[in-house]
Structures are given as C-alpha cells and as structure tokens.
C-alpha cells in the first residue's frame, strides 16, 4: 500500500467524484480509478458506493477515511520535524521579517560581520502581521523574528512573553508625498488643517500604524485624514504614493533615492517623524547551537556599540 492511494481516498471522499478528485491528484482519471480499485483490494472490502449521485462511503470507507487522515497527518507532521531537523544540522536559522527589512536592512546588516550568521530568509512571513510573528515564533516555525518596534508604549502591543530580543538598530518613518511641480508637497501636513488629507495607511493591526497613530495623537494640529487604501507592505504604500494618490509614511531607508532624485518629497517637517527600533527576537530557551551562538555573540556587543555590526543611516 502506497501513502498516496491514502491521500487519493481522502480526496475522493471529500470531492465525491472521481474526475475531480484525478483532477486535484494530478493523475488521469483511469489512473486514478485503478489505483482506488487496488486500495479496495488491499484492504479486502468495497469503500466506495459507486451506486449513488454523487458517490458516498461505505460503512467500511466510513471508517477507514479516519485511519486515512491520521496516518496522512502524522507523515506530514514527520516530515516537517524532519526538515527542521535537517535545518538544525546544518546550522539554518529561518528568520521571519518584514519584506522592507528584509531588502534594506538585513543585507546592511550582515555585511557588517566578519562571517555572517546562517540566516535563511522565510518568505512566507512577509505577509505576516505583528501577532503572527511571534504565534509562529511559538510554534517553532521559525527561529528569529526581525521587526520594527514603537519606542513607547502602544495600546493593543504583541504579547512577548516567552521572548527575549536584541536592539539592533533604528529607523525613522518618513512622511513623504508625491511632488508638486514647483517640488512642493502635493499634500503637505503644514497645510490648512481644514483640509482632509489622502492617506496610503497601514493596516491597522500591524505594528507600525500603532506606532504612528500614537505618535500623530500627541502632534499639536494633526490634520484630518481620509484613508484611501490599508496594506502590510510598504512597498505597496510607496507604489500608490508615488503614483499621486496620497500621502504616506515610510522607513527612511525604502525612501532616501526617491527623495534625493525628488521623485517623492518630505510631507511634512520633522516633527512628523517616527521613531522606530528594529529588534530581533527568539524564544526563551532555544538550545540550538547555531542560534546560541549569534545570540552570545550579538550579547557580547552589547556593551560596545562601535564594535556591533549595525549599519547607520541619517537622512538630511
């Protein structure tokens, strides 16, 4: 018996169709139709009652559709233990982040390291919002999460208990707009507060829209704003600002080229910026050697800021 006449059954139990289900299998349909028969026979009884429309389980495939789904699962939990372990072994730590640090802090980074830690990037997180990091955290699906961080308290903050981190740099949040032709700010925060302002925001849960709603509240004359569009991504927030819809805030160092080549502008003066840390977190008690390692390492630097492998950056 063969685990994927298994996984055919359980298709062919949820679809109730044979076509359909040869057709999420990736086989023919006679393929598929075989392979079902010879299940049949391996296990000496009919499990499918082909008799009626749409197709049903026998009182046996009744009870053999459960033994197929725990076996289907305990081989997938295996094979991603195994794959973790695989990872371990080779010293792999699979470091979830945003996509903006990704591109234009992490590479800045790691460049600052005589032998750069073994990170491998998990893309699947740069979708991720601010809980989901840490939940993922929690469930050993990653090992390091890499994040901007609000300096102050916020309302409705992630919960990090059982984490620990490293203050590895900062990052400034920039209110940038498209240009006017004379360069002036299309939608400039100085202007009228009468004025209802077009803003490119970020979604709501994530934790640098926290951090800047916490900050505009204590700014003296905070304009009124109408929120045209949410994303996670910054990059998508630069694509619609750069195309005139509105205004918004991004890392300095997704925007320092757009401004210096003026094809976007400061929105605002400083007082409009936000102050975020970038940290990296891990769980408590994490023994694998690898991770252990850059962790004594980054705590060995602690102490000594020149010597800590952190690029700067200061925007004029």
């Given at each position: 018996m063969e685990l994927r006449w298994l996984e055919d059954f359980i298709a062919l139990a949820r679809t109730q169709h044979f076509s359909?289900?040869?057709?999420?299998?990736?086989?023919?349909?006679?393929?598929?139709?075989?392979?079902?028969?010879?299940?049949?026979?391996?296990?000496?009884?009919?499990?499918?009652?082909?008799?009626?429309?749409?197709?049903?389980?026998?009182?046996?495939?009744?009870?053999?559709?459960?033994?197929?789904?725990?076996?289907?699962?305990?081989?997938?939990?295996?094979?991603?233990?195994?794959?973790?372990?695989?990872?371990?072994?080779?010293?792999?730590?699979?470091?979830?982040?945003?996509?903006?640090?990704?591109?234009?802090?992490?590479?800045?980074?790691?460049?600052?390291?005589?032998?750069?830690?073994?990170?491998?990037?998990?893309?699947?997180?740069?979708?991720?919002?601010?809980?989901?990091?840490?939940?993922?955290?929690?469930?050993?699906?990653?090992?390091?999460?890499?994040?901007y961080w609000p300096q102050g308290a916020c309302p409705l903050m992630p919960v990090t208990e059982g984490f620990e981190h490293r203050h590895l740099g900062s990052e400034r949040m920039i209110p940038v707009s498209p240009p006017e032709a004379d360069g002036r700010p299309r939608f400039a925060l100085e202007a009228d507060t009468g004025f209802t302002l077009p803003l490119i925001a970020y979604h709501p849960r994530g934790l640098i829209d926290l951090a800047l709603r916490s900050h505009l509240d204590h700014q003296p004359g905070t304009p009124r704003f109408q929120v045209l569009h949410e994303s996670i991504q910054s990059g998508s927030i630069r694509e619609l600002v750069g195309l005139g819809y509105g205004l918004g805030w991004l890392p300095a160092r997704t925007v320092r080229d757009d401004l210096a080549a003026g094809r976007l502008v400061r929105a605002g003066d400083t007082r409009w910026e936000v102050p975020l840390e970038i940290r990296l977190y891990r769980r408590c008690g994490h023994g694998q050697p690898a991770l252990e390692a850059l962790w004594e390492a980054l705590s060995h630097h602690a102490g000594h800021r020149h010597s800590l492998p952190i690029p700067s950056l200061e925007l004029p």
């Open positions: 359909r289900a040869a057709d999420e299998q990736n086989v023919t349909q006679p393929t598929f139709s075989r392979r079902i028969k010879l299940l049949e026979e391996e296990m000496g009884t009919t499990l499918i009652n082909r008799q009626t429309l749409p197709l049903s389980l026998t009182p046996a495939g009744e009870e053999f559709l459960g033994l197929c789904q725990q076996v289907t699962r305990r081989v997938a939990a295996t094979r991603q233990r195994l794959a973790h372990l695989a990872e371990e072994q080779a010293g792999q730590l699979r470091l979830a982040a945003p996509q903006s640090l990704l591109a234009h802090f992490l590479p800045e980074w790691l460049a600052g390291w005589a032998s750069s830690p073994p990170l491998t990037p998990y893309l699947r997180a740069t979708g991720w919002l601010a809980d989901d990091f840490f939940e993922a955290l929690a469930r050993d699906e990653c090992d390091l999460v890499l994040c």
